[in-house]
């Protein structure tokens, strides 16, 4: 459906110019909901903008279907007015000084091609408004609605012409954790039950993993790594996607023999990265939620003693910082529950870790050591 | 957002109109190298020559110092406490007070001149009369028509400008800044002197320096004030060069002289806008700060009452009684019990009838065409400069504040000029529009600036939001940004209108019996004697121009804007 090729746009800023999208290439299959996660000014706001028409490119060509939406190469550039796309910005973008029926219909009544009758205007304004649950809504000035409820309508404002894709710009991050929490199933349900294409960014990796079809993680640009959620956080390839996904703990150390690394902690047996022979450098990382406590000490690879030193109650979990040697580890778990100053066994498994080799620069995406189980 | 074809128009109307506004100003020097009739003139440099040797020239530039420089620091003198006391102290009727600033600024100057004539003018003025009468002096003990004179009715005509300046700048002082002091054991007075003075420094320097360009470009109370005794300044003189009585009226050399006070004028006011804003950094360090507190007058309430109270009868109550007065009687007497009795409303039922229609359908067109236009013109440029990245779009936002630098006399002169040039063309010189034109160019900063400010603040997802839904950019503009920006229409139509209501110098300067406004129908009548329809006229004025404030005021406070995002 969406088909993007060595795309790059800049800014000039004060002092020179900003690179926000670097020679990205991305394919969004029809019907999928398409995720882009990334911290604030790694270029994710800018890929879709570019999408949607509001940024023009410098370099690369965008295809929706077989439109063509821009090109650098052919100096084409369509406005985006003319290209069948919708719209969630993040501020929801409602018009205060219309009424919701006016904010939802202007697409049908504003567009350049107005092909509707006022009555049929009507009908398709009252069916996108219920897909929102707003119907009681429909004559209420847009000023007093709450933020979900302008979410909502923004929701059917983009949804009424039926576009090709749907691009939403972190349309939940205004919103407070209960309200987020419902918004983002009730947009999953409704893009899935209408077959939409969806475009969506945020930086919130909760709801990049509770949301994506497919998930890709972006850092200054580029596109890092990309797949479906649940492998890229099991199993990362680059450091700053296990990084942005979900919490990791993280160790340097040097390659020993096959299948072990001498850490901080002590050795340990793990996967290592293709290629990795004695002496080379690498950084081993291990998620929270994968680290095992135990209350009698016991031997056996990749058992080290430790204490607890803080103990943080989560609700649903409980999250520990311990101490093994000189190194804090993250610990979270639902199991069993210690005391602090308890000495406990941190058991980590071989293949939950994973291994990067160490590289002189900290960034650029490196291919890391997937262990041999399967997501 | 990127500009897309079918903003072309819009593009071009914001283009034109700012080369309009570029037209008179860059006039100026062309027309200051020429001699002759308009239209077939010769090239020259007699005039710049004569700039730097004529002597009535250096005489007037002379006065022109002797009036602005005292002017400007009594007109300091008097709104630097004023500002203080309304903004950090606990006087009573703050409200009122600032109301009341707003009505002397509103005021033309000339009004003002017009009542203390009246009072101290050596032959007529009423409270000479008094005086000798109850004195036995044979001399009158004050003469207005002098720059004495002149300064003290200026003065107190400048201290509104100057108060609206430093008041937000007092009153946006943090009070971090000051309470530091108190709590490093320093007592009022030191806290006074080391901290709040060196901090509202820049913004004083700044609202002196804007006063000292009035000073030295007004033209109003100079020429009520000095004509009758032929003192000088360069405004007047400026008027004087084009108005001659016989022969060729001599633009050239008014051209000359209003180039060079342009160009300083120009200068003064880029200082003053970059002391401006770099004081505003100063004064609040974060955009956040918790307002100085408030100090109590104690012992002081008395005396800073008493000088609030005599600013206002001197700048207001003083002058506009007396019009009051002299419009309510067949001519003018001191007040009597005999004087009393000859007191009637016949200068005001019989007004129409004394003047004619004209001059109040030549006004009534000027405010209803003159603020229409100003916003059509605006709206496009403001767009272009706001929401675009037209390369060009900082250079039109200076440009279009130009005028507002340039002493209104000066363009003027320009346009009387221009005005006859194109007369062949475009024979609108000397019609009610060739004012109004003249107007279009003075007053469109005004609107831009206050629509600049709304349009910023008008999210541009809005609007972005709109192209999404498939509208195109013109549409847009006109569904969406035009209804935001509603208040900020309605506040500068209302303001452009007051401005164009009482503005004097301009439409004197290219007066002709077509184009007779009410302004100038005061100054005509002044001038020819017939005092008491010229008071009426002027009360008439200055209550409609009052009513329009107060309307705009109430108006705007009762508009409150829906929560854009």
């Known amino acids: 459906m969406l088909r993007i090729t060595n795309l790059a746009k800049q800014f000039e800023v004060p ?167 419902e918004m983002r199933d009730e947009i999953k349900e409704l893009t899935r039950s209408l077959g939409v294409t969806t475009l969506h960014v945020t930086h919130d990796q909760t709801e990049a993993m509770a949301l994506a079809d497919i998930l890709a993680v972006m850092h200054e640009g580029k596109i890092l790594e990309i797949g479906k959620p649940e492998a890229l956080y099991r199993r990362p390839g680059t450091r700053i996607g296990a990084e942005f996904l979900g919490r990791t703990n993280w160790l340097t150390g040097v390659v020993e023999g096959s299948g072990s690394v001498k850490t901080e902690i002590g050795v340990v047996t793990c996967p290592l990265p293709n290629g990795a022979t004695q002496g080379n450098a690498v950084t081993l990382g291990i998620r929270p939620e994968w680290v095992e406590l135990r209350a009698d000490p016991c031997g056996g690879a990749n058992s080290f003693a430790g204490k607890i030193e803080v103990r943080i109650f989560l609700g649903d979990a409980v999250s520990y910082w311990v101490r093994v040697g000189e190194q804090r580890l993250m610990v979270k778990t639902t199991l069993a529950d210690f005391a602090v100053g308890r000495q406990v066994s941190v058991v980590m498994p071989p293949d939950c870790w994973v291994v990067f080799p160490e590289m002189p620069q900290p960034l650029a995406a490196e291919p890391g050591a997937r262990a041999s189980a399967s997501p | 957002m990127r500009l897309s074809k079918a903003l072309a128009p819009v593009l071009t109307v914001a283009v034109l109109a700012t080369l309009y506004v570029l037209a008179p100003l860059l006039a100026t ?11 077939s003139g010769y090239y020259t440099i007699e005039n710049y020559k004569q700039v730097l040797t004529d002597s009535f020239g250096h005489r007037a530039l002379w006065n022109t110092f002797l009036f602005g420089l005292p002017t400007t620091a009594l007109a300091m003198g008097l709104a630097v406490p004023l500002a203080w006391v309304v903004s950090r102290t606990d ?43 109850s004195t036995g002096m044979s001399e009158a003990p004050f003469n207005i028509y002098s720059l004495w004179g002149m300064i003290f009715v200026q003065s107190l005509n400048l201290v509104p400008p100057a108060f609206f300046i430093l008041v937000p700048v007092f009153l946006g002082m943090d009070a971090i800044l000051e309470e530091a002091g108190y709590l490093s054991g320093a007592n009022r007075r030191r806290v006074f002197l080391r901290i709040n003075l060196p901090l509202a420094l820049p913004a004083i320097a700044a609202a002196t320096i804007y006063v000292l360009v009035l000073a030295f470009s007004l033209f109003e109370i100079p020429a009520i004030l000095g004509f009758p005794h032929r003192i000088f300044v360069f405004s007047t003189m400026v008027y004087v060069l084009t108005h001659t009585g016989s022969g060729i009226p001599e633009y050239g050399l008014a051209a000359a002289y209003g180039s060079v006070l342009m160009i300083l004028s120009v200068f003064l006011t880029r200082q003053y806008a970059r002391i401006l804003r770099e004081g505003h950094r100063y004064v609040t360090i974060s955009g956040r700060g918790r307002r100085a507190g408030v100090l109590r007058l104690g012992r002081w309430r008395g005396p800073a ?48 009838h004394l003047v004619g229609l004209d001059p109040f359908v030549n006004t009534g067109l000027i405010i209803l065409f003159v603020p229409l236009a100003v916003i059509f013109l605006a709206v496009p440029i403001s767009w272009i400069v706001i929401r ?178």
């Open chain 1, 15 to 181: 002092g020179g110019q900003i690179k926000a999208v670097r020679d990205l290439d991305l394919t969004v299959e029809e019907g999928s909901f398409f995720v882009l996660l990334g911290p604030s000014g790694c270029g994710k706001t800018t890929l879709l903008r570019c999408v949607a028409g509001l940024e023009q490119p410098e370099d690369g060509e965008i295809y929706l279907g077989d439109q063509l939406l821009s090109s650098s190469a052919r100096r084409l550039y369509v406005d985006p007015e003319d290209r069948e796309v919708a719209m969630v910005f993040q501020s929801y973008a409602v018009w205060p000084h219309m009424s919701v029926f006016e904010n939802v219909a202007f697409p049908l009544t504003e567009a350049k091609r107005r092909r509707f009758s006022r009555e049929q205007v009507e009908g398709k304004v009252k069916e996108a408004l219920s897909l929102v649950r707003l119907r009681e809504f429909e004559h209420h000035s847009a000023a007093t609605l709450s933020g979900g409820q302008q979410q909502r309508v923004a929701l059917a404002r983009a949804l009424i012409r039926e576009p090709k894709m749907l691009l939403m710009d972190e349309p939940l991050s205004n919103l407070d954790a209960k309200l987020r929490e």
């Open chain 2, 29 to 39: 020097f062309w027309i200051a190298f020429l001699e002759g009739v308009p239209g």
């Open chain 2, 91 to 133: 006087l009573a009727g703050k409200q009122l007070i600032v109301l009341l600033m707003a009505v002397v600024l509103i005021i033309p100057g000339f009004v003002q001149g017009m009542g203390w004539s009246v009072l101290l003018s050596p032959k007529i003025g009423l409270i000479n009369r008094i005086l000798m009468g």
């Open chain 2, 305 to 352: 009452v008493a000088a609030v109270s005599l600013y206002f009868l001197l700048s207001l109550g003083l002058p506009l009684l007396t019009l009051v007065w002299l419009s309510l009687i067949p001519f003018l007497q001191t007040p009597s019990v005999e004087s009393l009795s000859t007191m009637s409303f016949d200068n005001y039922v019989n007004l129409l």
């Open chain 2, 388 to 565: 675009t990245q037209v390369r060009a779009r900082f250079v039109m936002d200076g440009l279009v504040f130009l005028p507002t630098a340039v002493p209104r006399i000066v363009l003027a002169v320009s346009f009387l000029y221009l005005g006859l040039v194109i007369r062949p063309f475009f024979p609108v010189y000397g019609s009610v529009y060739f004012i109004a034109g003249a107007y279009i160019v003075m007053y469109l900063s005004f609107a831009t600036r206050a629509i600049n400010g709304a349009i910023t603040q008008i999210h541009r997802e809005l609007e972005e939001a709109g192209r999404i839904s498939g509208a195109s950019s013109v549409r847009v503009i006109l569904k969406v940004t035009v209804p935001l920006l509603k208040p900020a229409l309605l506040f500068s139509w209302l303001w452009v209108m007051l401005l164009a209501f009482r503005e004097v110098t301009v439409a004197l300067m290219l007066n002709s019996p077509a184009n007779m406004v009410l302004p100038v129908l005061i100054w005509n009548r002044w001038n020819e004697g017939r005092l008491p329809e010229a008071a009426a006229v002027a009360v008439l004025l200055t209550f409609i121009a009052v009513l329009l404030m107060m309307i705009g005021r109430k108006g705007l406070e009762r508009m409150v804007m829906p929560g854009i995002a």
